[in-house]
């Protein structure tokens, strides 16, 4: 059974930064495209970073693109997303997941939906 663990949420100020962390249990996520999404109450899950297994191809939402940073650790089983420059907008519950993508593209995920999350708060 896949478990995930987010975390390194928290409240910030706009313009400041986090780092999430969310390590994989159950799951060798080495051959694993990963990613992070976001979603807010009454809102539509949004893809937010795509990375594929080797880390030499990262995507972008373009609401996130140019602050936000994935990458992964596959010996640690663990994924990252370095947040910067935050805004308002980017309040959400994130989450990390994975699938097996054989196609060379590294499409905006939104499932599977293993984790908790870790919620992010950004204050005006």
């Known amino acids: 059974q896949v478990q995930v663990v987010e975390s390194g949420g928290g409240t910030v100020q706009a313009g400041g930064s986090l780092r999430l962390p969310c390590t994989v249990f159950?799951?060798?996520?080495?051959?694993?495209?990963m990613g992070w999404f976001r979603q807010t109450p009454g809102k539509e899950r949004e893809g937010g970073a795509c990375?594929?297994?080797?880390?030499?191809?990262?995507v972008y939402a373009d609401s996130v693109k140019g602050r936000f940073t994935i990458s992964r650790d596959n010996a640690k089983a663990t994924l990252y997303l370095q947040m910067d420059s935050l805004k308002p907008e980017d309040t959400a519950m994130y989450y990390c997941t994975a699938r097996l993508i054989l196609a060379e593209s590294c499409p905006l995920l939104t499932l599977p939906n293993w984790g908790q999350g870790t919620q992010v708060t950004v204050s005006s």
């Open positions: 159950g799951l060798s996520i080495a051959s694993y495209k």
């Open positions: 990375i594929n297994s080797n880390g030499g191809l990262k």
